[in-house]
């Protein structure tokens, strides 16, 4: 049985966005056992600075227990911007993943590419999800 919708927003500044690939930011904790977090949608607004320096293999996403959803953070044509941006994304998985995969674990900002470089902006995550528990 589901909860009701929930939505939490994260500042992420350059710095973290910088040290995705050795340090992931949890977005939406892990809800416990027997529950799994039902991503549904997300937004990424760029608080633009400085743009990153974008070499093609940096891939910022959120993830679960390492499983990726199609909510990935676009290199170029956002965080290359020196304009405030918005991305905004229906999310669902890019596979099927077995529930012991996604049971009790949170939903993170990682890089599964290369850390970003340069660039002084940050981005504001809002994320809108359900808690679900495993029948």
Known sequence: MS???????????????????????????APGLGKYVQLEFVAFDYIAGTPYVISGTEIPELVVNGNQWN??????GFLDQTVNTILMLPVFPTSNFESSEVINQPVVLGNTGTNLAGGTGSVIVTATYQIVAIQ
């Open 3 to 29: 909860t009701s919708y929930q939505s939490i927003v994260v500042q992420v500044s350059s710095n973290q966005l910088k040290t995705l690939v050795s340090s992931p930011i949890t977005i939406i904790p």
């Open 71 to 76: 909510a990935k953070l676009q290199t170029t």
